[in-house]
C-alpha cells in the first residue's frame, strides 16, 4: 500500500481502536502524520502504533491521541496548553479543534523540528516553547484545556492552578516503568473531579530543560 492509500485506510482503523468523535476523526484525517516523522518511519506513519522520534521520544499512538483529544471536549474557543511537545503531531490535532495551542517541550531540537513542520503546514496557532512543562506557562495563563503527554506521579499543581474555572486537563498518571492511567480532571467550583479513562504507556515528565548531551 502505497502513502495516500494507507491514509484512507487510517480513519477507519482509528474508529475500530475507539475513536467515535467525527470532529476528532476528521482533524486526524486532515494531518499527515508522516510529516512528522523521519526517514524510514514515514511509510510507517499511518499504523496505529508509537514510532521512535529523535533524541529517544517517541510518537504517540494515534488512538491514544484520538481518545486524549477526545476527552478534552475542546471547541474554537479554548486555549489550550500542551507538556511535551515530542513531534508537534498531538498538538497539531489541538490546532484544528482550539482557537490557540501552546506547546512546551524540555528538548531544544525537538521544539525546533516540531515548529519548522507547523510552518511547513501553514498552522499559525500552534506556539512552541522549550521549558520544563510541569512550571506551565504562567504568562499565558490561565488555560480552557491542559493536557500532559508525559506521565506523572500526580496531576503537577502547578499546571491545576493554571487551568480556568471549568476546564479539563488530561494526564497518564502513574509510576514510569509500569502502565499508567489516563485521568481527566475537571475544575468545578465545588474542586476537582476525576475520571479514570482507561491504561497509557508514556514516557516520564522530567525535570529541567534537557541538556545538549541527554538523549
Ligand atoms: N505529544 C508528542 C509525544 C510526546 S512524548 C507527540 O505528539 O509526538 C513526551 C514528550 O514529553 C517528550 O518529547 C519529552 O521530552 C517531553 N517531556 C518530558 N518531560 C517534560 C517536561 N517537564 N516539560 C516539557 N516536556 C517534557
Excluded: W
Excluded at 133 to 138: E, I, P, V, Y
Excluded at 162 to 187: S, Y
Excluded at 202 to 215: C, I
Amino acid at each position: 500500500m502505497n502513502l495516500s492509500e494507507q491514509r484512507m485506510q487510517f480513519v477507519l482503523k482509528l474508529r475500530s481502536n475507539g475513536v467515535s468523535d467525527p470532529a476528532v476523526l476528521a482533524a486526524m484525517e486532515a494531518i499527515p502524520r508522516d510529516a512528522f516523522l523521519d526517514g524510514i518511519f514515514k511509510e510507517r506513519a499511518y499504523e496505529d502504533r508509537p514510532l521512535p522520534i529523535a533524541r529517544g521520544q517517541t510518537i504517540s499512538q494515534p488512538s491514544v491521541v484520538g481518545k486524549m483529544t477526545e476527552a478534552l471536549e475542546l471547541n474554537n474557543r479554548c486555549k489550550v496548553l500542551e507538556i511535551g511537545t515530542g513531534s508537534g503531531y498531538q498538538a497539531a490535532i489541538l490546532s484544528k479543534l482550539a482557537r490557540r495551542v501552546y506547546t512546551i517541550e524540555r528538548h531544544r531540537p525537538l521544539a525546533q523540528t516540531a515548529r519548522a513542520v507547523f510552518q511547513a503546514l501553514d498552522m499559525g496557532n500552534i506556539t512552541v516553547v522549550t521549558a520544563d512543562g510541569s512550571m506551565g506557562l504562567a504568562e499565558q495563563a490561565p488555560f480552557d484545556r491542559i493536557l500532559l503527554t508525559a506521565a506523572a506521579e500526580d496531576p503537577p499543581a502547578n499546571l491545576l492552578a493554571q487551568l480556568k474555572p471549568g476546564g479539563i486537563m488530561v494526564l497518564p498518571v502513574g509510576q514510569t516503568d509500569t502502565v499508567q492511567a489516563l485521568i481527566k480532571v475537571v475544575k468545578t467550583k465545588d474542586g476537582l473531579e476525576y475520571t479514570e479513562l482507561g491504561e497509557v504507556r508514556f514516557v516520564p515528565l522530567l525535570e529541567g530543560v534537557a541538556k545538549d548531551s541527554e538523549h
